[in-house]
């Protein structure tokens, strides 16, 4: 970026009268609110520029206000008249247009000045610059002050440096202000900005949090977010609707786009107004909704936690730590090893303090996560959430640190635990510690906004201060632990009993069909709700579950399905993908290799469900069940060989530790080579022409079949000559076909190692342009100039251009008129006989022409050599939408509609 320009010389406009900005007494422009300059009182009718060169860079629609462009984006205003926007344009007539060049001799407006006044309006002129920087700004001197005529030098801009900050970086030998270069916007920036812009800005939602891979607005207005221009932004893999939660796949970078949305959100100033979301919610998608926007914020949290965990239990199977008890019952013995935690190593205390504290006190996290989300007063939120999971009432609570209980009501219902553990729970409703039920925790701080919010509304404010936060913390500590915890105590133990039951299924089935499931509950946005279900069951057993490994081999599905696409495939662009994909897979992020890499080819997607589910069957059928989470994918490894968290909760007749987790591990990598042996079986490249054209045909045959339409003497004949509808080419055009394949290939591969190298391009401009803005922070002159240096410098400049010239020769090879007469003359085929049909069964098959059309095109689609043409309508959206039609009404309707 150039340094502006030190002087700025300015001529009359016009003949008139020149004076101080500041007797102008308007209020806007006398104040400098619209930057430093002077005016003249016209005494004729013609305006010229006032600049010896620019370009005309804005005419505001009512023609009384023109911007003068200089270079580096400097711009002059000439204002005519004051609240001259009034009057809509009627005394003006314009000689110029936007983006003309201009110099003095240029006339830029005809002005009635005589109709301004009669109108009861000043005639005056502002004439300003509004360009201050961090360093420096634009002050104008006279060069002479009262009459003047056209074209008269009448003063200029200086550049004037703040003393108290000098911009040392604007005199260097590049001429160049390094600091607003330097001041770039990166990649996450300017993906923040455009989609902060396209879901309607900052007053279209109420908040903006992110997950694994997901950032996600509670949008208030559907109709102003932007859908289609969103899902064409870089960066952007796939957007998913839940409810009126808006979520936008973003990969394992999202927490930069959503730090950098806060960021300006906080530096902005809007308008306060407020977006009505008229759009009634579905009850049940809301319920989840609330818990996916209190619980996401806490992930973090829950993994460092259970990676800790995961440590102390690895270090206390390796005898390498001892077992630590906080308090033991009266009566009882310490086991062999076990310890209480005063009399061990200050240092393995703390460590056991440290990974236990996060899971131990989860409701008091959530809390204050709830309390932010149900916009309650956060410190009475912790308050609550610190009553309910109270560390009194650990005490004396043994070695699963359950807490002491009272039993509310003794029911005696199924007082034998072998026939259904979970069922043995309703032998009493017990008032309890609810340290690990974060859904108690969010049902008491929803309760104690609702409830704040009605006090507020009648309590006197002198009494608002003491008895306010008094009624609400006795109010719902009461509630919580006599109404609010035990119905969930209720919910939870029939859940728990529902799924102990499914759990019997033998051989692992359970498991297997929620592994197979889950990537497809995943894509649809809905896999936290029945996550819920799942931990609300866990929680029941002491953290322990049987189905949620299941749902974890849906990760190493998805590793193996990327494998073996970097087996078969012969496309660089694919293999690229999915070495992108594989690193956050690893790491247990699905989302990269589902929306980015399988489900956009849908086989790898189906293998790596398949693979999952046989993962997910070797789980089962093992016994294997998560004991605390240490996070997602090789990470979660280290929970398998865990404790429970709660162990005097958790089924007597789990697998010994070291055992659970070799057992898991084994079951991961049974779902990674199972999705590596399906991808290699079911996985095509390109789907060829014969194929689409006859995929197309049978979607129209059942499409008619539907409408019954026809007898079924014509039905077959109609189903008989759209069926010979297909791509003809002989054995050497085949061959020619194939030859050129292997060509368009190789060069399309070479695209795609040349569009890698401006990625990694990109890559190291954006960490060089942080590095330059830390050195201008620092002042180090010396360190910018070097910077800078490497930022213009083209890295791969000879690699780029050896490869374009790679590109271009390898593109001379290709015979594309080979192909393009090949598919010339099947399309007039195909379409002579869909016009045929047309005529002689008196349908309408002509408007899926373009689906045929890009059939024949596909090699060229594929590998990005021409563009699809625009399907408007689709014959397979068309059979759903009349099957759609057909279940509402309850019975077919015999009529051609759409054919």
Known sequence: MSVPPQKINIFAPCDGEIKKLKDLNDGVFSKGMLGNGFFIIPKNNEFYTPLEDAKISL??????????????????????????????????????????????????????????????????????????????????????????????????????????????????????????????????????????????LKNNYNDVYNCMTRLRFKIKNKNLVQEKQIRQIEGVKGIIWNNNELQIVIGQDVYKVKDAIISFNNGINLQDFTLKNNQKENLVKKFF??????????????????????????????????????????????????????????????????????????????????????????????????????????????????????????????????????????????????????????????????????????????????????????????????????????????????????????????????????????????????????????????????????????????????????????????????????????????????????????KPFVAACLGGAIGGLFIGAMGVSSRVSSGLGVFGFIGYFSDPVDPSSAPTNLLPNIQNGLFFILASLIACASSIVFTSLLHVERIKETSLIQKINNNIVKFVKLSSIFSEETFNKFKSEIKAISFNVSKEEKKEIKKLEKQILKNANLKELYNSLLKKDKKIKNLLLKKGQKAVKNNDTLKVEKIYEKHITDIYGNKKRQLQEQIKLENEKINFDLLKTLVAKNKNTILENIQKIDKEFNTNILKYQNEYLNALNSLLIFYNEAQPIEIEQSILNDFNDLKLNLQTNGKKEKTRKAI
């Open 289 to 602: 909704s609330i818990i996916s926007g209190i619980m996401v914020p806490l992930i973090p949290l829950l993994i460092g936690a259970g990676l800790m965990m995961g440590i102390v239990s690895i270090l206390q199977i390796s005898n390498l730590m001892p077992k630590i008890v906080y308090t033991i019952p009266d009566g009882q013995l310490l086991p062999t090893n076990t310890y209480f935690i005063q009399d061990v190593n200050v240092f393995w205390g703390i460590l056991k303090v440290t990974s236990d504290v996060p899971l131990k006190f989860l409701a008091l996290f959530t809390a204050i996560s709830a309390s932010k989300y149900f916009n309650f007063n956060p410190l009475l939120g912790a308050g609550i959430g610190l009553i309910i999971s109270n560390p009194i009432l650990f005490y004396g609570s043994g070695f699963g640190d359950k807490g002491i209980q009272w039993d509310l009501i003794t029911t005696n219902v199924n007082p034998d635990p072998t026939t259904n553990p979970a069922w043995f729970g309703f032998s009493k409703i017990p008032i309890m510690i609810f340290a690990n039920r974060p859904f108690v925790a969010m049902l008491s701080i929803f309760v104690a906004s609702k409830l704040d919010v009605w006090i507020k509304g009648w309590i006197h404010p002198s009494l608002e201060l003491v008895f306010r936060p008094f009624v609400v913390l006795l109010t719902i500590a009461l509630l919580t632990f006599f109404v609010i915890g035990p119905i969930y105590y209720i919910i939870e133990t029939i859940i728990a009993g529902l799924m102990y039951y499914l759990t019997l299924a033998p051989f692992g089935i359970a498991q297997a069909i929620l592994s197979l499931f889950w990537p497809i509950l995943v894509v649809f946005g809905i896999h936290l709700p029945v996550s819920t279900l799942i931990q609300v069951q866990s929680f029941a057993q002491g953290q322990v579950s049987a189905l949620l490994p299941a749902a974890a081999m849906t990760q190493w599905g998805s590793v193996g399905a990327l494998l073996g696409l970097l087996i078969i495939s012969k496309n660089s662009k694919t293999k690229n993908e999915a070495i992108g994909a594989l690193p956050p897979g690893i790491m247990g992020i699905t989302e990269p290799a589902i929306y980015g890499v399988t489900l956009p080819r849908f």
């Open 59 to 200: 005419i505001t629609d009512t023609k009384h206000a023109y911007f003068f462009e200089l270079e580096n984006n400097i711009n002059l205003l000439m204002h005519i008249g004051i609240d001259t926007v009034k009057l809509n344009g009627i005394p003006f007539k314009e000689h110029v247009s936007i983006n003309q060049k201009v110099n003095l001799n240029t006339k830029i407006v005809d002005v009635d000045l005589e109709y301004i006044k009669s109108m009861g309006l000043q005639t005056q002129v502002p004439i300003t610059l509004d360009v201050d920087t961090k360093n420096s700004k634009y002050i104008f001197k006279f060069n002479k002050k009262g009459n003047v005529k056209r074209g008269e030098l009448i003063g200029y801009f200086e550049l004037k440096e703040d003393k108290k900050n000098p911009n040392k970086f604007l005199n260097n030998k590049n001429n160049i202000d390094f600091e607003d270069y330097f001041n770039q916007k990166d990649f996450y920036t300017k993906l923040a900005l455009k989609i902060n812009e396209l879901v309607g």
